[in-house]
């Protein structure tokens, strides 16, 4: 996640809008999380785990 933050932060999203767009992947199981111990908060730095290869179809996520 620290790398996540880094990298994306300071050009595209800010941090609420990052975690509600890997919440969804999450839930549409698009990226796993791993790392983290009890319940997932991303203020437990959890590592992400990106598919080998970019999905083929995948819907925007809507966030409004």
């Known amino acids: 996640m620290e790398e996540l ?3 994306l932060l300071g050009e595209l999203y800010r941090q ?3 975690h509600q767009v890997l919440r969804e992947y999450r839930n549409r199981k698009l ?3 791993s790392d983290y111990e009890g319940r997932f908060a991303f203020n437990k730095n959890p590592r ?3 598919p080998p ?3 083929q ?3 925007p996520v809507s966030l409004f």
């Open 5 to 7: 933050y880094d990298w």
């Open 16 to 18: 609420t809008h990052l």
């Open 31 to 33: 990226v796993k999380f």
């Open 48 to 50: 992400v785990h990106f």
């Open 53 to 55: 290869q970019r999905p």
């Open 57 to 59: 179809e995948v819907s």
